[in-house]
C-alpha cells in the first residue's frame, strides 16, 4: 500500500508537470500562429484576420485570448479576440516577468470574471520600418488544472481498487497458506485434550518436519510416563512382600509390642504408598493432559462416604459440574476429594457439604465443609505439616491433608483451608480444567 501511495504520487507529478508542458507549448504555438497572421498597413495600423482554429477564441468570457497591441510610437490600431468581448487584459510589469533570449516572457495574471490566466507573449519588428506589436495569447489555468484533478481522481480510482485487490488477494494467499498451521494447532488441542494420542499427518513439507518432531516429544513423554509407572509397580511390588511379612511377625510377637510394629509397618506402607503417587503424578505432569469428567466422579465418592458414615447428612452441591472436565487422572481427583471427605467425616457432627464450581480462569474449585470443631490459623498451619495429628486418639496417619496439598501442588493447584460457614473446617480445592 505505500508502494501504491509513492507510485499514485510520482505518476501524478509527471501528469501535472506533462500536461503543464503541453499547455505552455500549445500557447507558444498559437502565439507564433497569431504573429503569422498580422501585418500593418502603409499607415502603420495593425490588421489582420487571426483564426487560431479553437472555438474558444470566440466564445465570450471562455478564458481563452489573444490580443495585438502596438509596441512602437509609428504603430497603431489594435485586435482581439471575440472571446476577450471589447474588455483588456492588463499588462504585467517587466521587473517581475523579464523578456528571455528569444524575446518571450510567460506569467500568470488575473483576466476578467477573475479568471486566473497564463500569458505567453512576445514583442516583433512587422517590416522594415521598425513598426512593432506585442502579441499575448492567454489560456485559462482552470482547464489546465480541471483536467489534471480528473486524472487524479481516475488515478485514484484505479490505484484504489488495485490496493483493494492487492489486500483481498493478500488476505486469501496467508489465509490459504497458513491453513495448515491451524490444522496443527487443532490437531494439537486434540493431543492436548485427550481426544488424540498424535498428530495427524499429511502436512506440507515445510510443516511435515514439525508435526513429526511433535510426535517424537509426544512418544517420549509416553515412554517417560510408561517407565514411571513400571518402575512404581515395580517398587511396590519389592516392598509390598517385606512390608506384609513384618506386618504378619508383630501380630505373633507378645507383650504389646506387636501393636507399636504393626502401627509402624503400616505407616510405612502409607508413606511408600504416598510417594509412590507423588512419583506417578509428577510423572503425568510432563506428559499429555488426561481429561476426567468431574461429576461422576464426585457423585461416586459422596455416596461411599454416606454409607460409610450414616449418622452424618452428607450434601452434594453441584454448580455446572456437568460440564467441569478434570485436567487430571480420575485416581488423582478421587484420592484428593477422598481424603477431604474422610477427614471431614472424622471430625463432623452431623452435616458433610462438598461444593463444585467452576473458578477462576481454567480452573475448577472443590470445597468440602463440615459442622465439626474446626481449626485455629495455627492449627491449620500444624495440620498441613506431613504426618502431624492435631487429636492423636483420632484413627489415621496424618498424612491427610499433606496427600491432597501435594497432589493439587502437582497440578499447579492449591489447597486453601479456613472457616466454613457451617461451623467446622471448610477445605477448598483448586484443579486445573479443560473444555469438552
Same mark, same amino acid.
Given at each position: 500500500m505505500v508502494a501504491l501511495?509513492?507510485?499514485?504520487?510520482?505518476?501524478?507529478?509527471?501528469?501535472?508537470?506533462?500536461?503543464?508542458?503541453? +499547455?505552455?507549448?500549445?500557447?507558444?504555438?498559437?502565439?507564433?500562429?497569431?504573429?503569422?497572421?498580422?501585418?500593418?498597413?502603409?499607415?502603420?495600423?495593425?490588421?489582420?484576420?487571426?483564426?487560431?482554429? &479553437?472555438?474558444?477564441?470566440?466564445?465570450?468570457?471562455?478564458?481563452?485570448?489573444?490580443?495585438?497591441?502596438?509596441?512602437s510610437a509609428n504603430t497603431s490600431g489594435g485586435l482581439s479576440s471575440a472571446s476577450l468581448a471589447r474588455l483588456s487584459v492588463p499588462e504585467f510589469p517587466l521587473s517581475r516577468a523579464p523578456f528571455d533570449r528569444m524575446y518571450r516572457r510567460s506569467y500568470v495574471t488575473e483576466g476578467p470574471d477573475r479568471q486566473r490566466l497564463h500569458v505567453t507573449e512576445t514583442e516583433v519588428v512587422l517590416d522594415a520600418e521598425n513598426h512593432a506589436a506585442r502579441f499575448r495569447v492567454m489560456g485559462s489555468l482552470a482547464t489546465?488544472?480541471?483536467?489534471?484533478?480528473?486524472? &487524479?481522481?481516475?488515478?485514484?480510482?484505479?490505484?484504489g481498487g488495485v490496493g483493494l485487490g492487492t489486500i483481498l488477494v493478500n488476505v486469501l494467499v496467508i489465509l490459504i497458506a497458513l491453513r495448515p498451521l491451524a490444522r496443527v494447532r487443532r490437531s494439537l488441542a486434540a493431543v492436548r485434550e485427550g481426544e488424540a494420542e498424535r498428530l495427524e499427518t499429511g502436512f506440507p513439507a515445510e510443516i511435515e518436519p514439525l508435526a513429526a518432531e511433535m510426535n517424537a516429544l509426544i512418544d517420549n513423554n509416553r515412554r517417560i510416563v510408561e517407565r514411571s509407572r513400571t518402575q512404581v509397580g515395580n517398587l511396590a511390588h519389592s516392598l509390598k512382600t517385606p512390608i506384609a511379612i513384618l506386618m504378619n511377625e508383630a501380630r505373633a510377637m507378645e507383650g504389646g509390642k506387636d501393636r507399636v510394629v504393626t502401627e509402624q509397618a503400616e505407616r510405612m506402607r502409607q508413606q511408600v504408598q504416598h510417594y509412590l503417587d507423588r512419583a506417578r503424578v509428577a510423572a503425568q505432569g510432563q506428559s #499429555?493432559?488426561?481429561?476426567? =469428567?468431574?461429576?461422576?466422579?464426585?457423585?461416586? #465418592?459422596?455416596?461411599?462416604?454416606?454409607?460409610?458414615?450414616?449418622?452424618? &447428612?452428607?450434601?452434594?452441591?453441584?454448580?455446572?459440574?456437568?460440564?467441569?472436565? +478434570?485436567?487430571?487422572?480420575?485416581?488423582?481427583?478421587?484420592?484428593?476429594?477422598?481424603?477431604?471427605?474422610?477427614?471431614?467425616?472424622?471430625?463432623?457432627?452431623?452435616? #458433610?457439604?462438598?461444593?463444585?464450581?467452576?473458578?477462576?480462569?481454567?480452573?475448577?474449585?472443590?470445597?468440602?465443609?463440615?459442622?465439626?470443631?474446626?481449626?485455629?490459623? /495455627?492449627?491449620?498451619?500444624? /495440620?498441613?505439616?506431613?504426618?502431624?495429628?492435631?487429636?492423636?486418639?483420632? =484413627?489415621?496417619?496424618?498424612?491427610?491433608?499433606?496427600?491432597?496439598? &501435594?497432589?493439587?501442588?502437582?497440578?499447579?493447584?492449591?489447597?486453601?483451608?479456613?472457616?466454613?460457614?457451617?461451623?467446622?473446617?471448610?477445605?477448598?480445592?483448586?484443579? =486445573?480444567?479443560?473444555?469438552?
Amino acid at each position: 500500500m505505500v508502494a501504491l501511495v509513492v507510485v499514485g504520487g510520482l505518476i501524478s507529478g509527471l501528469y501535472e508537470r506533462t500536461a503543464t508542458r503541453g +499547455f505552455e507549448n500549445l500557447l507558444t504555438a498559437q502565439l507564433y500562429n497569431l504573429v503569422n497572421t498580422v501585418s500593418v498597413d502603409e499607415e502603420g495600423e495593425l490588421q489582420g484576420t487571426p483564426d487560431l482554429g &479553437d472555438l474558444r477564441y470566440v466564445q465570450p468570457l471562455s478564458g481563452w485570448y489573444w490580443e495585438v497591441v502596438p509596441a512602437s510610437a509609428n504603430t497603431s490600431g489594435g485586435l482581439s479576440s471575440a472571446s476577450l468581448a471589447r474588455l483588456s487584459v492588463p499588462e504585467f510589469p517587466l521587473s517581475r516577468a523579464p523578456f528571455d533570449r528569444m524575446y518571450r516572457r510567460s506569467y500568470v495574471t488575473e483576466g476578467p470574471d477573475r479568471q486566473r490566466l497564463h500569458v505567453t507573449e512576445t514583442e516583433v519588428v512587422l517590416d522594415a520600418e521598425n513598426h512593432a506589436a506585442r502579441f499575448r495569447v492567454m489560456g485559462s489555468l482552470a482547464t489546465v488544472e480541471d483536467d489534471i484533478a480528473a486524472f &487524479d481522481r481516475t488515478l485514484l480510482l484505479y490505484l484504489g481498487g488495485v490496493g483493494l485487490g492487492t489486500i483481498l488477494v493478500n488476505v486469501l494467499v496467508i489465509l490459504i497458506a497458513l491453513r495448515p498451521l491451524a490444522r496443527v494447532r487443532r490437531s494439537l488441542a486434540a493431543v492436548r485434550e485427550g481426544e488424540a494420542e498424535r498428530l495427524e499427518t499429511g502436512f506440507p513439507a515445510e510443516i511435515e518436519p514439525l508435526a513429526a518432531e511433535m510426535n517424537a516429544l509426544i512418544d517420549n513423554n509416553r515412554r517417560i510416563v510408561e517407565r514411571s509407572r513400571t518402575q512404581v509397580g515395580n517398587l511396590a511390588h519389592s516392598l509390598k512382600t517385606p512390608i506384609a511379612i513384618l506386618m504378619n511377625e508383630a501380630r505373633a510377637m507378645e507383650g504389646g509390642k506387636d501393636r507399636v510394629v504393626t502401627e509402624q509397618a503400616e505407616r510405612m506402607r502409607q508413606q511408600v504408598q504416598h510417594y509412590l503417587d507423588r512419583a506417578r503424578v509428577a510423572a503425568q505432569g510432563q506428559s #499429555i493432559v488426561f481429561r476426567t =469428567p468431574v461429576h461422576p466422579v464426585l457423585e461416586r #465418592i459422596v455416596r461411599v462416604i454416606a454409607k460409610l458414615n450414616p449418622h452424618l &447428612d452428607v450434601e452434594f452441591v453441584a454448580e455446572a459440574a456437568d460440564d467441569i472436565v +478434570f485436567a487430571g487422572e480420575r485416581q488423582d481427583l478421587e484420592e484428593v476429594v477422598g481424603n477431604l471427605l474422610e477427614n471431614a467425616g472424622k471430625w463432623a457432627k452431623s452435616r #458433610i457439604r462438598l461444593t463444585c464450581r467452576a473458578e477462576e480462569a481454567e480452573r475448577f474449585a472443590v470445597t468440602i465443609e463440615d459442622d465439626g470443631p474446626g481449626l485455629t490459623g /495455627a492449627e491449620i498451619r500444624e /495440620a498441613l505439616k506431613r504426618g502431624k495429628r492435631l487429636d492423636e486418639a483420632t =484413627p489415621g496417619s496424618g498424612l491427610g491433608l499433606s496427600i491432597v496439598r &501435594d497432589v493439587t501442588g502437582e497440578y499447579r493447584g492449591r489447597l486453601e483451608l479456613s472457616r466454613s460457614e457451617l461451623g467446622g473446617l471448610s477445605a477448598k480445592v483448586l484443579l =486445573p480444567r479443560i473444555e469438552r
